[in-house]
């Protein structure tokens, strides 16, 4: 029988005010983060996690790995949605939700990604072998 995730708390006085807020009724912790959904440009991960902006466990104040859980995938019109969880290798603490996004429209690939450790980003890449975008007109 799988345990309860555990909740936020603060640990030490050293460490920084934590908050945990609450995604699709999922808590995620602020207090494990350096930035809460830094922004990664155009940085899209389908899966993995981003350790530079992982201060450590709030829980458990280690900072080690982290446990990828609870991993799905499910299309919805023509959209691929990836979803898991970032969590504490130590204490099972979750971290994160992690939302990844893949589709198609017209000529382009667009990604989009938005989790409070990895962050939010997109990108959009032409698939046909000249990006139109990139074309300059001749007169």
């Not at 345990?3 to 602020?30: A, D, F, H, I, Y």
């Not at 990828?68 to 949605?81: A, H, R, V």
């Amino acid at each position: 029988m799988r345990q309860p995730p555990l909740r936020c708390r603060e640990v030490s006085s050293s460490r920084k005010p934590w908050r945990t807020v609450l995604v699709n009724g999922v808590g995620m912790c602020g207090g494990c983060v350096e930035k809460e959904y830094p922004n990664r440009g155009n940085i899209c991960l389908e899966n993995g996690s981003f350790l530079l902006n992982f201060t450590g466990c709030a829980v458990c104040s280690k900072r080690d790995f982290m446990l990828i859980t609870n991993k799905s995938l499910k299309e919805e019109d023509g959209e691929e949605i990836v979803t898991y969880d970032h969590l504490c290798k130590n204490c099972h603490h979750v971290i994160a939700r992690h939302e990844y996004t893949f589709s198609i429209m017209d000529e382009f690939q667009e990604y989009t990604m938005l989790c409070l450790l990895c962050g939010k980003a997109e990108d959009t890449i032409s698939i046909l072998p000249d990006d139109p975008r990139q074309m300059t007109l001749l007169f």
